[in-house]
């Protein structure tokens, strides 16, 4: 294993040793300096600017999280769980008891000095997500100094450290406490406070977001100035912008604007590998009167698709997947990707008593720009029989929906970006599920009580076979979001964090 695939995992080693402790990463750098302009694909939630309501903090949500706040640990160059707001950790044999030692001098954006009352206040404020299952199943949290907080659970939590990783949930990204009761929730959405890389300037949903350098920021001051993120949504727009200079930085360029700006000798092209993975999930699969719940259905609409051609066409340099799973995890199973034989798809569909086809139901083919990419997946299934009606959301009203459970009985393109198995599973077969099987369930059950790791690792095998064995879920591609650049940037700043599609850290991204 290569020593990149390795950072993804030092937490199971640390937890060998009974605890996880690392140096802090703090450097000091010049007075921030320039503009930085981004035309980004999507939309912004008011929602994805508070660590209270955002969901996953993955993909477009840690986008907003990194600029404006600061967790206990996350994923950075140096590793997956880096130390930030924490600077270490340990866990009790039981993994019952969580101890978290702070980093001291941290200021938020207003001036406020971070302790362990900020912490705690974060966590019982979060309300996203896996709240009232986390939240639950806490006992007690206290600060045992203003610089060391304790969380004990009611019963064993072994992947209680995964939950605070982006793509899980928010609960471990800290706001200041005085301020937030001060200005109350309404106050917080309009101007919040964190203690990220950058200060809210201003958001105009659909428009525009707007930061400024935090120079306090503890681990270093950031080299841009002032980042602006103009949303656009017509890549064409965004390409002739970064032609003209008004961008520096346009996002999503697939297709004929992929080949578009990789020819242009004035811009650079960079398409680098997402941890994300994008899957089918069937809501409609647990009730019995859908053709959904049969497993040769469902197995009919993964040999439909055309793995490769959709990634060529709409995440160039992606191949097919078979596993929502990570390379490097050591606890995905790799399974062997479904061909594209329609052929044997129409004698599935057969067997399952619709020759002629059927009717799926509503159908979302995930949002904004990546639409192209769900219709495809729908034009290969209509071509076996099975027709759907399209339903288009823009990227906050499809989150919005996904997770307030509002899917119900509908198929739609999903994303799973957690960083390990346990945590794509998570949020993709806990909580936000739209449904079980008790078999499963009760496995699931006993992998998230069990502490002994070789068992862990044995139950969530099984658990992702019996997945893959009923086609639970149709992983389609790994993705990508090729952007192109001007030439006022400095390097390669997508090069900075190989776990994440866009410019973390923040801080250092430079201008020439």
């Not at 929906?401 to 998570?426: C, H, Q, V, W, Y």
């Not at 190989?498 to 430079?510: G, I, K, N, S």
């Amino acid at each position: 294993m290569n020593i990149g695939k390795k950072r993804w995992f030092l937490f199971f080693i640390a937890l060998a040793v009974g605890g996880l402790s690392f140096a802090p990463v703090e450097c000091l750098g010049a007075s921030p300096r320039g503009v930085f302009k981004q035309g980004i694909h999507w939309d912004i939630s008011a929602d994805w600017m508070d660590p209270a309501t955002t969901a996953g903090a993955g993909g477009s949500t840690y986008f907003t999280m990194y600029l404006l706040h600061d967790a206990l640990f996350k994923p950075m160059p140096e590793g997956m769980y880096t130390p930030c707001l924490a600077e270490s950790w340990t866990v009790s044999p039981d993994s019952k008891t969580f101890e978290f030692h702070l980093r001291k001098g941290v200021k938020f954006h207003n001036g406020d000095t971070m302790t362990a009352e900020d912490v705690i206040f974060s966590y019982w404020r979060y309300k996203a997500g896996s709240a009232k299952v986390i939240h639950g199943r806490t006992e007690k949290v206290e600060a045992v100094n203003p610089y060391l907080v304790r969380i004990r659970f009611k019963e064993p939590f072994p992947d209680f450290l995964e939950n605070l990783l982006p793509g899980s949930n928010s609960i471990g990204w800290v706001v200041p406490k005085k301020y937030t009761e001060k200005v109350g929730e309404a106050g917080f959405k309009k101007n919040p406070i964190g203690c990220g890389p950058y200060k809210y300037v201003e958001f105009i949903p659909g428009v525009n977001l707007v930061v400024e350098a935090h120079e306090g920021f503890w681990r270093k001051v950031p080299h841009i100035k002032r980042m602006e993120f103009p949303m656009v949504k017509e890549p064409a727009t965004r390409v002739a912008m970064l032609r003209r200079g008004e961008l520096d930085s346009a996002t999503l360029l697939q297709g004929v604007f992929y080949d578009d700006v990789k020819k242009d000798p004035k811009l650079t092209l960079y398409s680098p590998l997402s941890p994300t993975k994008w899957l089918v999930y069937f809501a409609a699969q647990w009730d019995p009167k859908s053709p959904w719940s049969d497993a040769r259905v469902r197995k009919a609409a993964s040999l439909a698709i055309d793995r490769q051609t959709v990634a060529d066409i709409h995440m160039p340099g992606c191949e097919g997947t078979s596993s929502i799973g990570l390379p490097g995890d050591p606890w995905a199973i790799q399974f062997p990707v479904d061909p594209y034989d329609p052929e044997r798809a129409k004698k599935l569909l057969a067997e399952a008593g619709y020759p002629n086809g059927f009717h799926g139901g509503t159908y979302y083919p995930y949002e904004g720009g990546y639409w192209p990419y769900g219709e495809q997946v729908a034009t290969y299934w209509k071509a076996i029989g099975i027709s759907m009606d399209m339903r288009l959301l823009d990227r906050p009203a499809f989150r919005a929906n996904r997770e307030g459970g509002k899917m119900k009985g509908a198929t739609f393109i999903d994303s799973s970006s957690a960083p390990t198995i346990g945590g794509r599973l998570a949020y993709l077969f806990g909580p936000r599920s739209y449904g079980n099987y008790p078999d499963l369930q009760s496995l699931w059950t006993q992998y998230n009580k069990e502490v002994d790791q070789k068992k862990r690792k044995e139950l969530i095998g099984q658990i992702q076979k019996m997945i893959y064995d009923r086609t639970m879920f149709i992983p389609i591609t790994a993705t990508n979001s090729p952007a192109g650049f001007g030439p006022r940037i400095k390097g390669n700043p997508y090069g900075i964090q190989p776990h994440l599609w866009f410019m973390v850290p923040f801080e250092d991204a430079e201008l020439k």
